[in-house]
């Protein structure tokens, strides 16, 4: 098993390490990073499982890894879409340190790592009220709203989304078929908002920010 951790005081350090580092992956580096074992599935970047995967097979250890991985965030290319510095010292560590556990590598994470970082997608439905539905963006940066599912009566309806997160998001609606019937500008810290009209029947919200809708950033909206 890839986390058999002993009982030792510094592996239970090692662990909580893991888990910060899985945290900070899942907020600064998912929306960008396909990296399956950490539930991530961002474009913007290379997959990371396809970026370690082949040469992890080869042979290559898990510290060459790490140190590929925290070479990269502290010294990216010039002109890289990939700000510099996104996490430094123990936390880049760290985050590092949980990269070269898991990518490419089969298996899912267990024990504590198991939850780390996953954001908090409620299914109780968010309705809206006074023809206002308003559906929050996860604040951490994962790619997620707040809810998964939300409710509206038929007519004209404002969407809003308040943004925390230091990532670009949006609010849009998709009919059943998929056509985008309105969406609003994106946002980093504010919100986004615009109106429509709906009609009974199911449309799904969505982010329309490249990548984030595949990322998982979407919902279901029911109208009656
Ligand atoms: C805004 C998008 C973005 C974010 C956020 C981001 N990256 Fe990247 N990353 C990229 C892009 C684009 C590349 C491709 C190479 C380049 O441009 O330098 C890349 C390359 C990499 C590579 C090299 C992969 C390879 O094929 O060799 C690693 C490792 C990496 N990123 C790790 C991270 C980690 C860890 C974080 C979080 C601390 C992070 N990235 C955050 C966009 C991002």
Redesign the pocket.
Known sequence: MALAIPASGCGREKEADLVTGKTL?SQ??G???ALERAGTKGK???D?DE?FGPARRDGLGESTVEG??LD??GL??KN????AD??TGPEARA??AY?ALVAGQPGKDQGALANAGRPKVSNKPIAAKGGKLQIDADPTGALAFVTSKATAMAGPLMFVSENKASIPHNIAVKDSGGKLLGEGPDVTGGTSKFSTKVKAGKYTFVCTVPGHEEGGMKGDLTVK
Do not use: E, N
């Not at 890289?80 to 700000?83: Q, R, Y």
């Open positions: 992956f600064k580096c929306s960008c990073h913007q970047g290379p990371l970026a590929v991985v990269q965030i990216v290319r890289s879409t990939m700000p996104l996490v985050v590092a990269v």
